[in-house]
């Protein structure tokens, strides 16, 4: 089966095949005396291709690949192995898009639904459907996780032989990692690792037991390049508790003066950690009953402590110290300080005599509420949703009341912004939803189509929402389907009855996607759910 | 190995026209009638039956006419492949294949569409890289020995003749051909588009469960409409095939009524490379200008190579190379090989002298197959 094959081969009758070609290339009539007329050589040049295809014999194999390890997760069941290749291949077209969408769903948007909720029920992707989607995850960095998990040990070999999908092998995704409990492999790529290796390696370390990964970080700690030691404390947020304060008290004293700040960071978020105890002492000189008296100056415990000294450009200097004591003091040191009052008590006060330095507590308030994740001191600094966000008690940025939000249990945060929606409308809901949880519960769902509705009455149009319309498609539960058919019915006549038939059925139109979407979703998670065994 | 990228990239598009049927659209085109198998094999073969002509001896009057041209236009093309040798083929590649063209076109109008087909791959060949003149002699040897096989037929044996007269592309005379009842199992099913977009091919690859026979069916569309007979790889149909002569038993039409079929409920059972080839070269007898032969092979290894994939036997050390465009693999081979996962599988495909080409694969133990994308 070789290009060779026909070469070798001398035939009795009809000479040997390089000759005819050259014959042939150079022409009968060209040479003298050899071969006959082109009749014979065509005739010759039949026998002897004939003979070679004929003749075929397989070729020497060439060295296989190493077959690929085991993945003893099953594959899901038959619809949704349809349903993911159907997505994979609407990747594709969905790339281009052109202006105004119409009333079809987005499945790009559901491919990382459909990836997520895949892995949360353990499933293997198809074999069949791995180049796909390896070539989805290399387009869409979002997706490569949950991608590469899915895609598993044979997506990991597959990856290895085509250089297109390098990425998947750099991403790690447990690929050439060693088993956490395999301490002298651990130990050997540690110390010999590439960098990305490295931090993948105390990654998986830290989630498997985080005692092990600060001591496998302190083995080679003073050895590190500041750069590197900055990104592998970094890594110490995930899983960071009280057993890291030594560690990180020792940091403390670190050449680096970003190391340093990071560690105090970190510390800070430790309420029972001494540090935190140090901060709390200063902010409770600073702020009381009597009012706000910030910092003099910043001494060398505050320094040591990661206080950074000069202001960004406009802001005074005691403002700036006052700002990061209070943000690094425990919360729950204000309670004594005000005599037995609760957060919103605290939150409401007037500040005598420092009007100018209110705003900056506040501000220090919350950011300490997101960083020690204190709901109580969260929700009192969020205030009431339908009171105007101007007023609100903590801050005005929507995105710092997103990050409030966060620390909120998930039924609270999610009333907390329905309750917002209702007072306010979806003009500034957008970052608040993001903080939701998905899918959105009931009266969250609710109020956004409610708001929704509202603003198709009031004659405005669907893209003004495209925003909240983007996430309503992957956040809303399926479960409001029903409702939003029943508001498309609404929508659709105002457009067949006046001369201005725009809003009434471009609404029309988007509520039937969002239709569409909810219940393509809700068949998706079905068709994922295990076949039952037989 | 270039040699084989050349081969390839030639091979790719325009071979599939000559499968195209006999009355297949194109300039100088007269006999559109009973014999076209546009729209559906099996009722165009009835309705032609049907519509049997009236005057038996007009029929044969027309049938001498263009016997005649075919004859004038496989003599027109004898000349012009001595000329290409007589004169030497190293000119080609500067010459372009517009002179080609239009011998093609010439061949159209002797209502000789299977030689035009293959006198437009001939031209292509010189403008596909290195190794072109030994392809190209291989192609016009075997477009020759077409053409001696025409001007010799009467002295012919049936089966050989019946090959001759489709590849040249007279539209198969009353004969019937065999019928064979069985329960097919349909292997494969993929569409090509002639060069000019103007007609769609499908192709069904079939095997009969009992028999163990290849049968291939074709159904054609025009642009707009793809073809009409659908059936899913993977189905079982019980069903009569009747085989057209010649072209080594290989084209075959269903007989209408077949239903939807079954499941199959096994991997069909493979053979390794060497029998593989085999097969080829045994039909090469029957029909010297096939192509490739439908072979199932297994259980094979996918091996994936920067200058090529090959498919190895998962016992021994023989292995088929696998006939690519030439360039980057395509999505079909990436899909094998992850199905493969470094073991062995069942692959159905084309296996000709350019190497072999996969259609569908099977994993060890699983009966559903995998229909490769191309």
Redesign the interface.
């Known amino acids: 089966?070789t290009?060779t094959a026909?070469e070798e081969r001398s035939g009795e009758a009809c000479g040997d095949?390089g000759e005819?070609?050259g014959?042939?290339?150079?022409?009968?009539?060209?040479r003298r005396g050899s071969g006959g007329?082109?009749?014979e050589?065509?005739?010759a040049?039949?026998v002897?291709?004939?003979r070679?295809?004929?003749?075929?014999?397989?070729?020497?194999?060439?060295?296989?690949?190493?077959?690929?390890p085991a993945d003893p997760r099953p594959e899901p069941p038959e619809p949704a192995r349809r349903r993911l290749a159907r997505l994979l291949a609407g990747r594709a077209e969905a790339g281009a898009g052109s202006g105004r969408r119409g009333a079809s769903p987005d499945l790009a948007e559901l491919l990382p639904q459909w990836l997520a909720a895949a892995g949360r029920h353990g499933y293997r992707a198809p074999?069949?459907?791995?180049?796909?989607l390896l070539d989805a995850a290399r387009a869409r960095s979002d997706l490569r996780p949950q991608a590469l998990a899915l895609a598993g040990p044979?997506g990991m070999?597959?990856a290895g032989?085509?250089p297109d999908w390098r990425f998947a092998l750099r991403a790690g995704a447990g690929g050439g990692l060693p088993d956490p409990e395999d301490t002298a492999a651990v130990r050997q790529l540690w110390q010999e690792g590439l960098f990305a290796e490295r931090a993948g390696l105390l990654g998986a370390v830290r989630a498997r037991d985080p005692a092990a990964a600060v001591r496998l970080l302190s083995s080679t700690w003073a050895t590190e390049r500041a750069e590197d030691r900055l990104m592998f404390l970094d890594s110490l947020r995930v899983g960071l508790s009280a057993g890291d304060e030594p560690f990180l008290e020792a940091a403390l004293d670190d050449r680096s003066r970003n190391v340093r700040a990071t560690a105090a960071e970190l510390l800070s978020a430790l309420p029972e950690s001494a540090l935190a105890r140090r901060m709390a002492r200063r902010a409770l000189a600073c702020v009381g009953p009597d009012g706000v008296a910030p910092p003099a100056g910043c001494d060398a415990g505050m320094l040591r402590d990661g206080v950074a000294e000069r202001p960004p450009a406009g802001r005074g200097e005691r403002s700036w110290w006052l700002g990061q004591l209070v943000e690094a003091a425990p919360l729950s040191c204000w309670r004594d300080r005000f005599g037995g009052l609760d957060a919103a008590a605290v939150v409401a006060l007037p500040m005598p005599g420092g009007e100018s330095w209110a705003e900056e507590l506040h501000a220090a308030w919350c950011r300490a509420a997101v960083r020690q994740r204190d709901p109580e001191w969260a929700a009192a600094l969020l205030g009431s949703p339908a009171a105007p966000t101007a007023t609100a008690p903590g801050t005005a940025s929507l995105a710092e009341r997103a990050r409030l939000l966060s620390v909120l249990p998930e039924g609270e945060r999610a009333g907390w912004v329905a309750r917002f929606i209702g007072a306010h409308g979806l003009s500034e809901a957008f970052q608040l939803l993001g903080a939701c949880v998905v899918p959105w519960a009931g009266p969250l769902g609710r109020a956004v189509v409610d708001a929704l509705d509202a603003a198709r009455e009031a004659g405005g149009y669907p893209w003004s929402f495209s925003g909240v319309m983007g996430l309503a498609e992957r956040c809303l539960d399926p479960a409001e389907a029903g409702r939003l058919e029943a508001l498309t019915a609404a929508a659709q006549p105002e457009a067949d009855a006046g001369g201005a038939a725009g809003a009434g059925a471009y609404w029309a139109e988007a509520f039937q996607r969002l239709t569409a979407t909810l219940r393509l979703r809700a068949a998706m998670l079905a068709e994922l759910a295990p076949e039952p065994a037989v | 190995m270039t040699d084989q990228q050349v081969r390839h990239t030639v091979e790719q598009v325009p071979s599939r026209a000559r499968d195209a049927p006999s009355g297949a659209p194109g300039p100088g085109r007269e006999e559109a009638g009973p014999q076209t198998r546009i729209g559906g094999s099996a009722s165009g073969r009835a309705a032609g039956a049907r519509a049997a002509p009236a005057d038996p001896e007009a029929a044969r009057r027309r049938a001498g006419r263009r016997a005649a041209r075919i004859a004038a236009g496989v003599a027109e093309l004898e000349q012009r492949l001595a000329d290409l040798v007589r004169e030497g083929m190293a000119g080609q590649e500067q010459a372009g294949r517009a002179v080609w063209e239009e011998t093609a076109a010439r061949m159209v109008d002797a209502q000789a569409p299977g030689l035009a087909a293959r006198v437009r791959e001939l031209g292509e060949i010189p403008g596909c890289g290195p190794g072109w003149p030994a392809r190209m002699l291989e192609e016009g040897a075997l477009l020759h020995l077409l053409n001696r096989g025409w001007l010799g037929l009467a002295g012919l044996p049936q089966p050989l003749a019946a090959t001759v007269r489709s590849r040249v592309g007279l539209p198969d005379t009353a004969a019937e051909g065999e019928a064979v009842r069985d329960r097919w199992l349909v292997l494969a099913q993929y569409d090509s588009v002639s060069p000019d977009g103007r007609l769609t091919t499908r192709r069904t690859w079939l095997r009969g469960t009992e028999s163990g026979r290849p049968a291939l069916v074709l159904d054609f569309g025009p642009p707009g409409r793809p073809p009409r007979l659908a059936l899913p790889v993977g189905r079982v149909v019980e069903a009569e095939a009747r085989f057209r002569p010649g072209t080594a038993g290989l084209r075959a039409d269903l007989a209408e009524g077949y239903g939807a079929g079954a499941p199959c409920r096994q991997v069909p059972e493979g053979v390794g490379t060497g029998p593989a080839l085999d097969a080829y070269g045994a039909a090469l007898r029957e029909d010297p200008w096939l192509e490739s032969w439908p072979v199932v092979l297994g259980p094979v290894v996918p091996v994936p190579g920067e200058r090529g994939w090959q498919l190895a036997d998962a016992e021994g050390g023989g292995a088929l190379p696998v006939a690519s465009g030439g360039g980057r693999p395509q999505a079909g081979l990436w899909q094998l090989a992850a199905l493969s996962g470094g073991g062995p599988v069942t692959v159905f495909g084309e296996c000709g002298h350019r190497g072999f080409t996969p259609l569908t694969a099977w994993e060890p133990g699983c009966p559903e197959p995998v229909a490769l994308t191309g």
């Open positions: 089966m290009a026909g095949w005819l070609v014959a042939a290339l150079l022409g009968t009539g060209r007329g082109p009749r050589l065509l005739d040049a039949a002897h291709t004939l070679r295809r004929a003749g075929l014999r397989p070729a020497e194999a060439a060295p296989r690949p190493r077959p690929a074999a069949v459907l791995l180049p796909a044979r070999w597959l032989l085509n």
